[in-house]
């Protein structure tokens, strides 16, 4: 058990010692590609058309509610459940049947979410 410890140690130095050269090299790289791109556009190429659009609304709470809200729904769902199947002390299947649930319910709630968001920008584009 001490040789693998003293592996997954010097693996674990190594990883980070790697990522951060990486970053830093990653980050030399962009800032010289933002500045090839400056170079190469004029001032009336960006007074003409915005490069990046952000979007007007965001609907990342509404993702969040929707997610917990089914989370939510399913842990009381998995709880009807193993209280009306179970008797006694056996709840041998309990985890399944709550974790089951609790992701039915968290994918019900973001495929409401997607639903409403798809409903929104129909009507504005209209």
């Known amino acids: 058990m001490d040789e693998l410890m003293i592996v997954a140690n ?3 130095v190594f990883g980070v010692t790697y990522k951060l050269f ?3 090299a990653g980050r030399k790289e962009r800032i010289m590609l933002i500045e090839k791109l400056c170079e190469k556009l004029s001032p009336d190429q960006l007074a003409r058309k915005p490069l990046y659009m952000p979007s007007h609304s965001s609907f990342s709470g509404l993702r969040l509610g929707c997610l917990l809200i ?3 729904i399913g842990l009381l ?3 009807f459940i193993v ?3 179970t008797s006694g002390d056996s709840c041998s299947a309990s985890s399944i049947v709550y974790g089951s649930c609790v992701l039915l319910g968290g994918g019900t709630g ?3 979410s997607y639903i409403i968001e798809n409903k929104w920008f129909g009507k504005s584009e209209r």
Do not use: Q, R
Request: charged share 5%; aromatic share 16%; no cysteine.
């Open 10 to 12: 010097v693996a674990i």
């Open 70 to 72: 089914g989370l939510g």
């Open 22 to 24: 990486e970053l830093f």
């Open 77 to 79: 769902m998995g709880y």
């Open 110 to 112: 973001l495929l409401v």
């Open 83 to 85: 209280w009306l199947t």
